[in-house]
């Protein structure tokens, strides 16, 4: 019983990371980080996002320009660019480590000590790879607050606000924090040393078998 739920844990913790991962990759190039809605003009709406504007017009539809320098950017857009590319490499180093790592594999499983050692390494990974996603998403949208609220520009002028890249890549971050913070758990877990031999292995073969076929071993 409790080698079936070591190794739900571990699955469930990996696919929470490679949720985030997915989600952080699509905010990444997403262009909705911040909307404007013109009150003067409500058939016009302007996004942004770290690599291009939209607008999007109801009679001409959405057209796009990409941003033609990077250091003309804010420092906020510039720094989240260089961040979303660590997290985005960070998280395919996550997935590769914590993988062999998994008790359900069979590369390595006459090294227990390995496969540990890879699936703590994949959910530090992981935590780093969420660090590095809610930063920048979190200081665009802190920057954001500050100009919407920012006294000295006249009421007229249009504000940006939350655009959805940002609410996605928070949920981005927290799935990559939460799937490593259940693999570094469950690699830390003391386990019980396994039997000797061949029946080691045939047994988590079976467990790892009942456990994919979404059903419970009988003999516990």
Request: glycine share 10%; charged share 15%.
């Amino acid at each position: 019983m409790a080698l079936v739920f070591r190794v739900a844990t571990q699955l469930v913790g990996l696919s929470l990371s490679l949720l985030g991962w997915v989600l952080s990759i699509i905010t990444t190039y997403l262009p909705h980080w911040k909307n404007l809605n013109l009150d003067l003009n409500e058939m016009e709406n302007w996004t942004m996002g770290l690599w291009q504007a939209c607008v999007v017009q109801e009679e001409v539809g959405r057209q796009c320009k990409d941003f033609e320098s990077f250091l003309a950017l804010p420092a906020e857009l510039r720094i989240s660019r260089i961040l979303m590319f660590l997290s985005n490499g960070l998280g395919l180093l996550g997935l590769l480590a914590s993988g062999f790592g998994l008790d359900c594999l069979r590369v390595g499983e006459t090294r227990p000590g390995l496969k540990k050692g890879l699936l703590i390494l994949g959910g530090t990974v992981f935590w780093a790879a969420g660090v590095a996603t809610l930063v920048p998403v979190s200081w665009v949208a802190h920057v954001t607050v500050q100009e919407f609220w920012d006294e000295t520009m006249p009421e007229i002028v249009p504000r940006w606000e939350f655009g959805e890249a940002l609410f996605l890549g928070w949920s981005a971050g927290f799935s990559l924090l939460l799937g490593g913070c259940l693999l570094n758990c469950v690699a830390c877990v003391t386990q019980a040393a396994p039997a000797p031999g061949p029946y080691a292995v045939a047994e988590m073969q079976i467990q790892c078998l009942y456990l994919e076929n979404g059903t419970a071993d009988p003999r516990v």
